[in-house]
């Protein structure tokens, strides 16, 4: 029988800080296809919430006109379950103001589970991560932008969780495939 859970689970798509290909810390620029379609995939998962974080006045003005016009504008009559989905997204300054946000949701700091394409030590793996969010937790899943977060941020998590590996020499997923991937790995149905 294959049973469905609702994890206590926040995503996070963190703009800066993260690298460059050089290693550099940056912003980068918000994409309108990752809005669309991770707030998609965390609707179709239950997610809470998702959290655009970047500092860049007109990339949150970017990220807020777009959220309006889908869920107030003439995207919300044109495709009212694309709105449910847009709904979900909050724009933030900065990862901090992420954590407050949720602090303030829960009543107590979420776990920090961050992402990355390469392998990393004491990486907690898909089924151990879905037997910890199972514990009833809030939890706050981070993805970067660019080359990936930067080093301040990793350096927060309680845990790394195991990269997306498929079945090539190639790892080069956008960030809204790796999303939706995880969300079914941690998240989806359960054979029993």
Not at 60 to 72: G, M
Not at 107 to 125: E, F, Q, Y
Not at 148 to 175: C, F, K, W
Not at 179 to 186: F, G, K, W, Y
Request: aromatic share 8%; net charge positive; proline share 4%.
């Amino acid at each position: 029988m294959k049973k469905l859970f609702f994890p206590n689970i926040y995503l996070a798509l963190i703009h800066h800080p993260v690298i460059n290909k050089n290693g550099e810390t940056i912003a980068s620029a918000v994409t309108n296809l990752d809005l669309h379609d991770i707030s998609r995939a965390g609707k179709t998962y239950g997610v809470k919430a998702f959290y655009v974080a970047t500092p860049l006045k007109d990339q949150k003005e970017l990220v807020e006109r777009i959220v309006e016009h889908w869920t107030k504008g003439t995207g919300a009559t044109y495709n009212p379950v694309r709105k449910e989905a847009l709904k979900l997204i909050s724009v933030k300054e900065s990862f901090n103001n992420v954590l407050s946000e949720i602090e303030k949701i829960e009543g107590i700091s979420p776990k920090i589970v961050v992402t990355s394409a390469k392998k990393r030590l004491n990486s907690i793996d898909f089924s151990g991560f879905r037997k910890k969010l199972k514990e009833g937790a809030p939890h706050l899943l981070l993805f970067g932008t660019a080359w990936g977060l930067a080093r301040e941020i990793i350096a927060q998590a309680d845990y790394t969780l195991s990269p997306i590996m498929g079945n090539a020499d190639y790892n080069h997923l956008s960030v809204r495939s790796a999303v939706a991937i995880i969300l079914d790995r941690i998240i989806g149905y359960e054979d029993h």
